[in-house]
């Protein structure tokens, strides 16, 4: 068993818990997860009665900032990613990561890895993307040595947000719909390849630098949706709707849900048309790209994982 104490800030998301799983599969057994959604963390603690949790708003001092300082390892994955006010990007993204960084001993920082995302390039200047570089140039300028890694749109277990939130919602409906003719090119990574990534950052001690951790596929939108569809044997058709109806759609569905899953700057970013480096991160970190069609399997039909749902 590795006994290094490795804290995770905003562990209960997607990258999170998977990250969990494969600490823990390498051995790792000195864990602390801090994450402000009780309900995700619950689902954590559930899963990982060995973890040790805590909940906590990190855009807030408090005594959560006490646990840091004896952090051999420290993940920074808090991040605000949905939503409809400028307020809480700053607040969980900005703010969360200035506090982190001030809670760390200066005479005997952790080793950090800071996951950030490949929207800090994007042509799209939404809230997202906005405090997102805000973010990183606080852990650039932090002083401290911290891999940056920016992946590309994720999925895997635990997804919320992206492709585990359109699988559950082509399962309930009859009709799929898709803006415009769907021909977005996407790079999609399989969040289970990041998690290995930050693993190997931890145990090879990655020097500082960014690396833009994209999908080594580029896929079309919408044989995206038509790969979930065989995936998840979903009955749905899929019909495509002109990118005006659809936009004013997500306008309506805004005005009734405070949190939507899908926002009208998010589909602003889908239709952007940006294409990010590929680098060759299997040689730099030693990690296997799993392909496309393999990773949705293990996605949507692992026996434990797939059936894990985490709230918004």
């Known amino acids: ?38 309900a995700n963390l619950a689902t954590l603690a559930r899963l990982h009665p060995d973890v040790q949790t805590e909940l906590a708003d990190l855009s807030m001092p408090g005594d959560w900032q006490k646990l840091l300082p004896d952090a051999d390892v420290v993940v920074l994955l808090q991040a605000q990613i949905g939503g409809n006010s400028l307020a809480e990007f700053d607040r969980n993204n900005v703010a969360a990561t200035r506090h982190i960084l001030a809670s760390i001993r200066q ?20 809230f997202y993307s906005s405090t997102k570089r805000a973010q990183e140039q606080l852990i650039a300028g932090s002083g401290l040595s911290c891999p940056i890694l920016r992946p590309t749109l994720m999925y895997g277990w635990f ?34 390849d990041l998690c290995q990534i930050i693993i190997s950052c931890i145990e090879n001690r990655t020097p500082g630098g960014i690396y833009n951790i994209s ?29 005006a109806l659809f936009y004013f759609l997500l306008q309506i569905w805004a005005l009734f849900d405070k949190n939507p899953p899908f926002t009208t700057q998010q589909l602003a970013a889908l239709c952007a048309d ?25 996605t949507f039909n692992h026996s434990t994982y797939s059936k894990v749902v985490l709230e918004f």
């Open 107 to 126: 005479d005997k920082p952790p080793y950090l890895v800071h996951v950030s995302s490949s929207v800090v390039e994007s042509v799209a200047d939404d």
């Open 215 to 243: 999908g080594q596929q580029k896929i079309d939108y919408i044989d995206i949706i038509r790969a979930i569809k065989r995936t998840t044997a979903s009955r749905a058709m899929i019909v495509h709707i002109p990118y």
């Open 159 to 192: 997804d919320r947000k992206h492709l585990g939130w359109l699988s559950r919602f082509m399962k309930k409906v009859p009709v799929f719909p898709i803006p415009g003719g769907g021909h977005y090119m996407r790079q999609p990574l399989y969040v289970g």
């Open 274 to 298: 940006d294409e990010f480096e590929v680098i060759d991160w299997p040689t730099i970190f030693g990690v296997r790209a799993t392909p496309f069609e393999q990773a949705l399997d293990e």
């Open 1 to 38: 068993m590795l006994t290094r104490r490795i804290v995770i800030p905003g562990g209960a998301g997607l990258v999170g818990q998977n990250l969990v799983v494969r600490l823990k599969q390498r051995g790792y057994n000195n864990l602390l997860v801090i994450d402000k959604h009780r």
